[in-house]
């Protein structure tokens, strides 16, 4: 197996990890395996902000708990205690896009897996996140955009949480009966 295909094998959604900060040689890394992903019509809607701000972290988290416990549909590990929708991680890739585009949740979608890769590459733990949406539908939500520097007219699309796994995990069972073959 080439070394591509073992890192894609490899790849776990960690969801610990050490309180040791990644490098800004590992930083750069990853922000550059974000911008040479492949868009439509090499559109490039993306915007990536990292953060390392512990306590930004944790008030968006915050912000994420408090309107996930307003829904009735909300994921129910919004209801545990101790959840953090970051997991703790100490860098977290904020990806948002132009607003109303067919194209941009794709696109991102693409360049959080470029980063995903990346950091297995590097030896890093990562975690693809959905749920830090609820921060940008709570009544802080414009506050922060602003704090996260969105670009006029971007939202949250995506996120990822990387660091340095502090637990294991198997591979999750692949389901053969997800691939038909067309000859």
Request: glycine fraction near 4%; aromatic fraction near 8%; include cysteine.
């Amino acid at each position: 197996m080439n070394k591509t295909l073992q890192l894609i094998a490899s790849r776990r959604s960690h969801r610990a990890y050490e309180q040791k900060q990644i490098t800004a040689e590992q930083r750069a890394a990853l922000l550059d395996a974000a911008v040479q992903s492949p868009s439509a019509v090499n559109r490039q809607p993306w915007h990536f902000t990292l953060v390392q701000n512990k306590d930004l972290l944790n008030k968006i988290n915050q912000y994420c708990v408090e309107n996930a416990r307003s829904k009735t549909d909300a994921s129910p590990r919004f209801l545990q205690e101790d959840y953090h929708v970051f997991y703790h991680a100490p860098t977290v890739i904020f990806i948002s896009g132009p607003k109303n585009t067919s194209w941009a949740p794709i696109d991102c979608g693409i360049a959080v897996q470029n980063i995903a890769i990346a950091a297995e590459s590097m030896e890093l733990g990562s975690v693809i996140l959905g749920m830090p949406r609820e921060a940008f539908q709570s009544i802080h939500g414009d506050e922060v955009r602003a704090e996260l520097a969105f670009p006029e007219g971007h939202d949250f699309i995506i996120a990822i949480a990387v660091g340095y796994p502090a637990d294991t995990k198997d591979a999750h069972v692949v389901e053969p009966n997800k691939i038909h073959i067309i000859e």
